[in-house]
């Protein structure tokens, strides 16, 4: 499939539905942890190839982190950066690496800490799910130490999700999941089928039938 096909069509498909999708294949820890959250809450649904940046809190004396700057710059379209890291108190970027990973088709960020200048950020409908927001700057308390390397993510159901380089990453208001990249396309098929499913469902509801009636004839959804 056309990756940017598949980034849209996944767009139209809920996390509730692939988390189901997932369990069937036998890979029910795939959800991230319910802290993860949109910013702003009006941010809208994310969707693309994870592109990993992973850091850790330390204290340095500088004017700025070179190693961020030159991690961003290699994100490409349709991507989402995974920002790994589990930063106390700080935010891992703000405004204006927003708009330059915007600028580079990025579809947004996952931040496993915090985020900040959120007013600016929705202006450019940059999607963004962390885990809280704070004022406080990383420079100086928190550094990039690699990219496009397998992170771990805090998980909902398992202490952490690795997600690798490529996996698929989705996030709506229900929460967020990673996709691993193997999957991803028979992940998607199913999830369509599924969605069609449900909108059957809703239909013959809204007409009268009894939710018996619906579970008789679809099962359990």
């Not at 204290?59 to 995974?82: C, F, H, I, Q």
């Not at 397998?150 to 997600?163: E, L, Y």
Request: proline fraction near 6%; charge should be positive; glycine fraction near 10%.
């Amino acid at each position: 499939m056309e990756p940017e096909s598949v980034r849209k069509r996944y767009l139209k498909v809920d996390t509730a539905t692939v988390a189901d999708v997932l369990d069937t294949l036998g890979l029910p820890n795939r959800g991230l942890a319910p802290e993860f959250a949109p910013y702003p809450p009006s941010a809208g649904r994310m969707a693309g190839w994870a592109y990993t940046i992973r850091g850790k809190m330390a204290r340095y004396a500088a004017s700025g982190d070179p190693r961020k700057m030159k991690a961003v710059d290699g994100v490409g379209k349709g991507e989402v950066t995974v920002w790994s890291g589990e930063g106390r108190g700080v935010c891992f970027f703000g405004e204006l690496i927003a708009l330059g990973m915007k600028r580079r088709g990025c579809a947004g960020a996952l931040v496993d800490g915090g985020i900040r200048d959120i007013r600016w950020i929705a202006r450019q409908r940059f999607p963004v799910y962390a885990r809280y927001r704070t004022p406080v700057q990383s420079i100086g308390r928190w550094k990039v130490t690699a990219w496009q390397v397998p992170v771990d993510m805090p998980g909902a159901t398992s202490k952490s999700v690795r997600v690798r380089p490529g996996d698929f990453v989705l996030a709506d208001v229900d929460g967020v999941i990673a996709i691993p990249a193997r999957v991803t396309e028979k992940v998607l098929l199913e999830a369509e089928r599924l969605t069609n499913k449900e909108v059957r469902i809703r239909r013959e509801l809204d007409r009268g039938a009894t939710l018996e009636d619906v579970l008789a004839k679809y099962g359990h959804v």
